[in-house]
């Protein structure tokens, strides 16, 4: 799935919303999903179909054949790292400043509405042995965050947010 693609299948804020849900759950029914969100369940079922298609969920029927049971593609979600000469295409920029854009037009209402939220945007240099050790880092708090989410969500603790982190080359020629 190129990044365009994957930007295309999230587009709609319903479908980010049930994978944030399906990724604090694990596992999750369309109904499940439908309740949590309070949305009407053959809207979510459409949507599941979207991200389903896209390959970023994966389904399960459960034992009776009437349930199906829906699960984040965790490959699809967070790919490997890219070939290096994939770096500077001109989609993966564009992809990479839409994302940006998308976020820096959420700040205003996230802080304004709640103040619970937090975002962080800015630019930074960063040697090559710098950028590693962060994004070491990065993964290093991220699993530490999915574990307390484990706990949590596993004891009816806690409330759902959206946590997300991106390191990404701000400009093609980088300097």
Same mark, same amino acid.
Not at 45 to 72: M, P, Q
């Given at each position: 799935?190129?990044?365009?693609?994957?930007?295309?299948?999230?587009s709609h804020p319903?479908? *980010?919303?049930? $994978?944030?849900? #399906?990724?604090?759950?694990?596992?999750?029914?369309?109904?499940d999903l439908a309740?949590? &969100? /309070?949305?009407?369940?053959?809207?979510?079922?459409?949507?599941?179909?979207?991200?389903?298609?896209?390959?970023?969920?994966?389904?399960?029927?459960?034992?009776?054949?009437?349930?199906?049971?829906?699960?984040?593609?965790?490959?699809?979600?967070?790919?490997?790292?890219?070939?290096?000469?994939?770096?500077?295409?001109?989609?993966?920029?564009?992809?990479?400043?839409?994302? *940006?854009?998308? $976020?820096?037009? #959420?700040?205003?209402?996230?802080?304004?509405?709640?103040?619970?939220?937090?975002?962080? &945007? /800015?630019?930074?240099?960063?040697?090559?042995?710098?950028?590693?050790?962060?994004?070491?880092?990065?993964?290093?708090?991220?699993?530490?965050?999915?574990?307390?989410?484990?706990?949590?969500?596993?004891?009816?603790?806690?409330?759902?947010?959206?946590?997300?982190?991106?390191?990404?080359?701000?400009?093609?020629?980088?300097?």
């Amino acid at each position: 799935m190129t990044e365009m693609s994957r930007l295309k299948t999230l587009s709609h804020p319903l479908r *980010l919303q049930i $994978l944030v849900l #399906l990724d604090a759950m694990k596992e999750g029914r369309t109904s499940d999903l439908a309740s949590e &969100l /309070g949305a009407a369940a053959n809207k979510v079922s459409y949507h599941l179909s979207i991200l389903e298609s896209g390959g970023l969920i994966n389904k399960r029927v459960g034992e009776d054949a009437r349930e199906t049971w829906w699960s984040v593609n965790e490959e699809k979600l967070n790919p490997p790292e890219p070939d290096p000469s994939e770096r500077g295409s001109e989609e993966g920029r564009a992809a990479s400043f839409a994302i *940006l854009e998308y $976020l820096r037009s #959420l700040v205003p209402d996230l802080m304004d509405k709640d103040q619970d939220q937090s975002v962080m &945007l /800015g630019v930074v240099y960063l040697t090559s042995d710098q950028r590693k050790r962060l994004v070491e880092q990065m993964g290093e708090m991220y699993q530490q965050v999915r574990e307390l989410s484990s706990t949590n969500y596993e004891n009816g603790e806690g409330d759902l947010y959206a946590l997300g982190a991106q390191l990404l080359p701000a400009r093609p020629d980088q300097r």
